[in-house]
């Protein structure tokens, strides 16, 4: 099944909050895992094909970009950076562009690869981390399917590592978008030659560590405390069985750490398949209309709704005290 998500980030390094587009005619409860922390401030629609469209578009402006960037000054502009997906260039969404004091700029086509921070140092490691999450998964379950819930688990994890203010900042950087700097463009390889291997993402890098603070971390690998025992001079003996010590010492908390990964993932799988295929009943979010976009406070009052209507003593009780005139009309009613 087909699902798009629209991603924004700004030049000073802030990352929008993120839609969901799931293929279908309405968002459905069962699409979603029983705990929904981690998705509070996403936002959720559907669409026939899954992909977005001139309505989603415009409402996404409305009620996501507009209010999170709204500046401190009313009177001061804003740009918003654009593709040429003709969803973005319909009258009304330029028109409430042009309304909020929004300047429109769309990249040139074919120049995303060059021009667009996300897809330039943000989207590269967000499809890496992606694959490591699912494949961790995969590497403990017999199962190859994929549903909405492992998606949307997996999806966020590899979020929390790649879409981050350092990455988007790259972004900008690479792109020569922001700082403004013409030449980063111009002198891409990419531009004055043609590829022939993909061009190198830029990932942000944190800033190196001394040798003083391997000191202050306690050893959890054996990497790591052969590096610790590195910074402190003379503590390393020429003494064979002192060095034996360290390294099965180092040994044992590699083994210990494999074995808590291992029953990490084990009890992550079992709990998203028993979620995936744990039978579940439809039932339709219900959302404000004024707001269009499904959140998770709308998700769980369908799913407690479905709840109540599945609860066997309330259902038992409210047909208990049906007449059986009641029953009778109820039955005349199916039939037709």
Known sequence: SWITILECISATGKVLRPLVIFKGKTVQQQHFPEKLDFLEDWEFTCSEKGWTNNHIALIWLKTVFIPSTKPENPKEPRLLILDGHGSHMTEDFLFECYNNNIFVLFLPAHASHVLQPLDVAVFGPLKRAYRKFLSDLASVADSSHIGKITFLYTYDKARKEAITKLNA??????TG?????????LINPMVTQPPKTPAPVVTAISPAKGKNSRLLMTPRSSVQLRRALQAVPGVISEDPAVRLLFRKIGSQLDSHNFEIERQR???TIMQLEKEEYLPKKRKKVIYNGNAEFAKVPAILKAREQMRKVLQPQRTSYRIKKLKLEDLCTQFHLNIH
């Open 169 to 174: 900042l790259a972004g900008w950087k690479a």
């Open 177 to 185: 978008l922001w700082p403004v700097n013409l030449a980063k463009v």
């Open 265 to 267: 993932r084990e009890i």
